[in-house]
């Protein structure tokens, strides 16, 4: 065998893998070792090797632990164990087995300085042909070492890749499932994680949230979303230099995915507006991201540590007369007569993305009107369907409350 050749072969797989040099080096020692072993070795013997790069020559040793009688199961331990089966092998004794154990005082002889649970290096002569079997062993080892290796670089990139936006194109989609090229990987965007409405082909390239990483038996599973509320944030960062600089920060985010998002925004240094800052000449780094996530709009509001101007500003685009400040968390906005369907939205949707970007369970009348409640501002994601049947519920009582007045003390 050429280990020479063989050794830069696999080095080139392995640059091609993205796997580091010395990896491929302990791949291949690992993988003549096994060769080894097969060919001259013994059953229980601990063959290492040890390849040099420059000469691809190696060299090949044998190891024996050293032990002494404390480390051994003496006959007596040995019947115990057959009785008490797996428990007697929690304890920290071996089996002397002369492949791979030598007496203390055996090793001495070849090494004076070894201790008791070190490790005897026993050189071996350097064998150049191998047999079919033994090759093949090699290659197996190879193969098998070349996939962990992979797997492992795979998982600490995108591991370390966690909650941040990542490039990918969309690959093929099988059931509720998306499957995307992100470059060493496919990653899976599960339909939970899909912008509803949002038609995904093959060849198609978008940004996407890198949700999770998690090993499996097959490899790396890397979880992707476009639902998922943060990836507006991660977009902002990319398009608003102010905020990836931390000039403007935005402070809370409230979405739902392929409708609307409010993001509440504020600037850490004078003289910087941070709406006109997200927004962009023209509009045009808004336009950017609203493009990137199908047409999604956006509103952009200025964040305030007082509840009642960031509840003001939360309800924009609609004007607000007052609010005040009730129990439990609860706030009531009074609005203009002509402004209150604005302030609601459809579906009551931008009371309820109002709510939980404040934080605040929000009501709304007008001056001479009676409170309008919206559900579904529990600061759990409601889904949209689940919200739509809510309003839907809800419309048909407001008519019978003005036909029959009875209706509202049975409320009451």
């Known amino acids: 065998m050429d280990l020479k050749n063989f050794a830069s072969a696999i080095s080139q797989i392995a640059e091609e893998k993205g796997i580091s040099r010395e990896k491929v080096f302990e791949v291949i020692e690992t993988a003549i070792a096994a060769a080894y072993k097969k060919d001259y070795g013994e059953k229980g ?76 290096k026993i050189p071996l002569d350097a064998e150049e042909n191998y047999g079919r079997i033994a090759a093949q062993t090699a290659k197996q080892v190879i193969l098998q070492k070349i996939r962990e290796a992979e797997r492992e670089v795979v998982l600490d990139e995108y591991k370390s890749k966690e909650g941040e936006l990542i490039s990918g194109l969309i690959q093929r989609v099988e059931g509720r499932n998306v499957y995307v090229d992100i470059g060493k990987t496919l990653g899976i965007m599960p339909k939970e994680e899909q912008i509803r409405g949002e038609f ?54 409230a979405r739902e995915a392929g409708s609307r998002s409010k993001v509440a925004v504020v600037s850490n240094e004078e003289g910087i507006d941070p709406i006109g800052s997200a927004v962009g000449q023209r509009g045009t780094r808004v336009m950017t991201i609203i493009n990137e996530l199908g047409g999604e709009k956006i509103d ?103 036909k029959k007045t009875p209706k509202k003390k049975h409320k009451k």
Not at 234 to 252: H, N
Not at 302 to 318: G, K, R, V
């Open 200 to 253: 995904y082909r093959p060849g198609q390239r978008l940004k996407f949230y890198l949700l999770k990483v998690e090993d499996s038996s097959k490899g790396p599973v890397v979880f992707l979303s476009r639902a998922y509320p943060k990836i507006v944030t991660k977009l902002f960062e990319l398009e608003v230099p102010e905020i990836s600089q931390g000039a403007v920060e935005i402070k809370s985010i």
């Open 45 to 120: 013997q601990i063959i290492k090797a040890k390849l040099n790069p420059e000469t691809g020559q190696a060299d090949f040793w044998q190891e024996k632990l050293a032990v002494i009688e404390d480390m051994i199961y003496s006959d007596e331990e040995l019947e115990k164990i057959k009785e008490k089966g797996e428990e007697a092998k929690k304890e920290e004794k071996v089996r002397f087995n002369p492949e791979k154990h030598i007496m203390l005082e055996e090793a001495k002889k070849e090494d004076k300085k070894i201790k008791a649970g070190d490790y005897l």
């Open 300 to 402: 952009i509001i200025e964040y305030s540590d007082d509840p009642e101007e960031f509840i003001t500003n939360a309800l924009s685009p609609a004007k607000v007369l007052e609010v005040k400040i009730e129990e439990k968390n609860k706030a009531l906005c009074i609005v203009p007569e002509d402004q209150l369907s604005l302030a609601i939205g459809k579906e009551g949707q931008n009371v309820r993305l109002a709510a939980k970007l404040t934080g605040w369970k929000i009501d709304v009348k007008a001056p001479d009107g009676e409170k309008i409640e919206i559900e579904g501002q529990e600061p759990s994601e409601n889904k949209g369907t689940e919200e739509k049947e809510e309003t839907k519920k809800k419309k048909p009582e407001k008519k019978k409350e003005k």
